[in-house]
């Protein structure tokens, strides 16, 4: 059975931080590009990262220089660091799998996980 897990959402106060993991089970994630999505409430899902099978990574404008996504393919795993989080970083997060790829693109995903909640209020 394929499943993304996503832990490590919270509450934390403008300018923290937080880190969130993934972890993938029934398949192997070392092909897959590995993605972190955020749905505000009343927006449109869209793209924060992703991470190539080969470890290259790619940012939306919006979080370059506060984000970094990494990945450990022998745990099967992706994280999201998060720093210097703003108000409008409130959103759950969702990460998604792409088998060889990377896409900023809801519909290219083969695999998602269920969210985890991130407030970002003081």
């Known amino acids: 059975q394929v499943q993304l897990e996503e832990s490590g959402g919270g509450l934390v106060q403008p300018g923290g931080s937080l880190r969130l993991s993934c972890a993938a089970s029934g398949f192997s994630t070392f092909y897959y590009g590995l993605a972190w999505f955020r749905q505000a409430p009343g927006k449109e899902r869209e793209a924060v990262s992703c991470i190539t099978p080969t470890g290259a990574p790619d940012y939306a404008d919006s979080v370059k220089g506060r984000f970094t996504t990494s990945r450990d393919t022998a745990k099967n795993m992706v994280y999201l660091q998060m720093n210097s989080l703003k108000p409008e970083d409130t959103a759950v997060y969702y990460c998604?799998?792409?088998?060889?790829?990377?896409?900023?693109?809801?519909?290219?995903?083969?695999?998602w996980g269920e969210g985890t909640l991130v407030t970002v209020s003081s």
């Open positions: 998604a799998a792409m088998y060889r790829y990377c896409s900023s693109h809801v519909s290219g995903m083969n695999y």
